[in-house]
């Protein structure tokens, strides 16, 4: 069995930061082979995928919303992947959810392996 356990999340005012971290964990559990992400859930509407990078954490992806403001970033030596957060929005409110599948993690939830059980975000002034 997988765990992952997110942290980071809080209250943020509009244009602030805030850096997500994820560590993963299993008795038989080996981090490298997984491909690792971040998807949200912000009040009232589905989940959605937020960032995805690579096994090897030599290839991210982006949804355009967080584009150029949002970073991704895997530690295979710590089991940890990080979400830096910056120039956050009030629309960047939600729950953030870490996610894990092995090899490639497609923007569809459905195929994710694992799941955390989410950190809250929110954007307020």
């Known amino acids: 069995q997988v765990q992952l356990v997110e942290s980071g999340g809080g209250l943020v005012q509009p244009g602030g930061s805030l850096r997500l971290s994820c560590a993963a964990s299993?008795?038989?559990?080996?981090?490298?082979?997984?491909?690792m992400g971040w998807f949200r859930r912000a009040p009232g509407k589905e989940r959605e995928f937020v960032a995805r990078?690579?096994?090897?954490?030599?290839?991210?992806y982006y949804a355009d919303s967080v584009k150029g403001r949002f970073t991704i970033s895997r530690d295979n030596a710590k089991n940890t992947v990080n979400l830096q957060m910056n120039s956050l929005e009030p629309e960047d409110t939600a729950v953030y959810y870490c996610?894990?599948?092995?090899?490639?993690?497609?923007?569809?939830?459905?195929?994710?392996?694992?799941w955390g059980k989410g950190t809250l975000v929110t954007v307020s002034s």
């Open positions: 996610a894990a599948r092995k090899v490639v993690l497609t923007t569809d939830a459905s195929e994710v392996d694992y």
């Open positions: 990078i690579s096994w090897s954490g030599g290839s991210m």
């Open positions: 299993g008795r038989t559990f080996s981090f490298s082979p997984y491909a």
